[in-house]
């Protein structure tokens, strides 16, 4: 048998709920370009981790939210730039595992 999917989308540890989606709180609406997701989520991460909350190892995102992240100036600045003959650039969208890595968490999922 498979690993299920956790339904609903949030922070977790394992199987574990620790928040969900709608308790991260967004200084603006991430559709913004000067909103700061990063930082949400990880003003989020470290309120779980001072209430004793072990630290997540999973974000599962709605697919909208999702689409917002991969192409957010404020994802892609954390995402290391490619070079090329010595020009960096900024990737055009980051994926799960960029997400995944601007955390510290074992995994990001997207859940329509």
Known sequence: MG???PKEPGLYRGENLLCGIGEIERVWDWDWAM??????????IVELSRNGAEAPDLLVLPGEDFELLRIHPD??????????????????YANEHHLAAIWNLKRVEVVE
């Open 75 to 92: 994802v892609l600045r954390r995402v290391e730039p490619n070079v090329r003959e010595g020009w960096s650039a900024m990737p055009s």
């Open 35 to 44: 909103s700061e997701p990063v930082e949400d989520v990880a003003r989020k």
């Open 3 to 5: 690993r299920m999917l």
